[in-house]
């Protein structure tokens, strides 16, 4: 069955190291988000893609940055992390049509100490 | 812009009540409208969408939603509560500019037993 996966499932790092969240799906989707989800706010959208090699930012992106070289892929780096940053980040994906829904990864937790 | 609201952040019930759940949203097209639903240490799943068909949209685990254009609302609703439904439940609206999601504040159900 396809799906989509994130890894790790719980990361705790220290200010100011760069980190790595995966993202991977096999539903040969299009269209891959990254959000995350912290109490009182829902879920902001980072990072967005339409395609290989198309990155978008969404209405949180400061710190983050995306790459999309395969279909399948789409890893979101912290830059530099921050304690604001300590979240639950979920990734998402969608075909192309606007009234696909996106499927959602389990999500990874992070905390920067 | 597009906007989703969701009243109220806690909505409690007794196990076999009604279950009445309010989405409203603004937007200048026709929207695509959907409802996630969120159990806890998980990903959202998808219990139901709106793409301009039936205004009355039905969807997994007995809940359905009523597309009320004059009244911009989309509210999800469930005859009969199973303590099951205990979740925090997300609207959200798709982007007139491409296919990401704009979410509403989600609102956590609880079910008393």
């Known amino acids: 069955d396809a799906e989509i996966t994130q890894s790790p499932r719980h990361k705790i790092t220290e200010t100011g190291r760069q980190v790595t969240l995966a993202c991977h799906q096999t539903?040969?989707?299009?269209?891959m988000f990254w959000y995350r989800q912290d109490l009182g706010h829902g879920l902001r959208l980072i990072h967005y893609s339409y395609g290989v090699q198309d990155t978008n930012k969404g209405e949180v992106s400061d710190g983050y940055s995306v790459s999309r070289s395969n279909t399948e892929d789409l890893p979101l780096t912290l830059e530099s992390a921050a304690s604001s940053q300590t979240s639950v980040y979920f990734c998402?994906?969608?075909?192309?049509?606007?009234?696909?829904?996106?499927?959602f990864g389990p999500g990874t937790r992070l905390t920067v100490t | 812009a597009q906007s989703v609201t969701q009243l109220g952040s806690h909505v409690s019930v007794s196990e076999g009540a009604l279950v009445l759940l309010r989405c409203n949203y603004s937007?200048?097209?026709?929207?695509?409208l959907f409802w996630y639903v969120q159990y806890p240490n998980q990903g959202l799943q998808l219990l139901l969408k709106y793409t301009s068909a039936a205004t009355l949209v039905k969807g997994i685990n007995g809940f359905e939603a009523e597309f009320k254009k004059s009244e911009t609302s989309f509210h999800l609703t469930k005859p009969s509560a199973h303590m099951s439904d205990a979740a925090e439940y997300f609207c959200?609206?798709?982007?007139?500019?491409?296919?990401?999601?704009?979410f509403g504040q989600g609102t956590e159900l609880s079910v008393k037993p």
């Open positions: 959200a609206v798709v982007d007139n500019q491409g296919g990401k999601l704009i």
């Open positions: 539903w040969n989707h299009n269209n």
């Open positions: 998402a994906s969608s075909e192309s049509g606007q009234g696909d829904e996106q499927y």
């Open positions: 937007s200048s097209v026709p929207p695509y």
